[in-house]
């Protein structure tokens, strides 16, 4: 099994960043998946989720409006396009994926997880 994000990156303050996730060696279509980050000395939180149809998202609060994420479930990819991006928006941002169709927040329900790409929003 393998997830392999990309797409980070440093950007301005404002800025915008797609980040992608190439996954395989698993079932893609019949997972949810998620984006995860973890900044500076803090622990990682969920950032946005999308279920196996990709019917249904789910974003964190304060990342409302200004990020999306979005599936391929022919390409096997799950992507988080993120625009007006701020500073507080600096972490390692990783995908994972949950074997379920529905909604979850939940870091433990997570299956599998990707090595992470770095997000960087600095002026």
């Known amino acids: 099994v393998q997830l392999q994000a990309s797409g980070g990156g440093s950007v301005q303050p404002g800025g915008s960043l797609r980040l992608s996730c190439a996954a395989s060696?698993?079932?893609?279509?019949?997972?949810?998946l998620g984006w995860f980050r973890q900044g500076p000395g803090k622990e990682r939180d969920f950032v946005s989720g999308?279920?196996?149809?990709?019917?249904?998202?789910y974003n964190k609060r304060s990342v409302k409006d200004r990020f999306t994420i979005s599936r391929d479930n022919a390409k096997n990819t799950v992507s988080l396009e993120m625009v007006s991006l701020k500073p507080e928006n600096t972490a390692v941002y990783y995908c994972?994926?949950?074997?379920?169709?529905?909604?979850?927040?939940?870091?433990?329900?997570?299956?599998?997880w990707g090595h992470g790409t770095q997000v960087t929003v600095s002026s």
């Open positions: 994972a994926a949950h074997r379920g169709s529905s909604y979850c927040p939940a870091i433990i329900q997570y299956d599998y």
């Open positions: 999308i279920t196996w149809t990709g019917r249904s998202t």
């Open positions: 060696g698993f079932t893609f279509n019949t997972y949810t």
